[in-house]
């Protein structure tokens, strides 16, 4: 299945051709987790990236559907 995912922050540079309109069409198993999507994308747990599916904020252990809109917001540190 398919899910289309939108990257913010510096996380959207990991992709030579990352368009920021349209984000990436990413291909998952069925029964795919958040985290297992955060994985594929080589986003680690360390990096405390915060995760919206649809418009609202998920955990890692959410599953995902296939269309699902995913934006993953690259978090913030320092003063």
Do not use: C, W
């Not at 368009?19 to 405390?48: C, F, H, M, T």
């Amino acid at each position: 299945m398919r899910v289309r995912v939108k990257l913010f922050g510096l996380l959207g540079r990991r992709f030579p051709d990352y368009d920021l309109e349209k984000g990436l069409e990413v291909e998952v198993p069925e029964g795919a987790r958040i985290g297992e999507l955060l994985a594929r994308l080589e986003i680690s747990n360390n990096e405390d990236a915060v995760v919206t599916v649809n418009g609202l904020v998920q955990k890692t252990d959410r599953t995902l559907k296939h269309r699902d809109l995913v934006y993953i917001f690259q978090s913030v540190v320092g003063g």
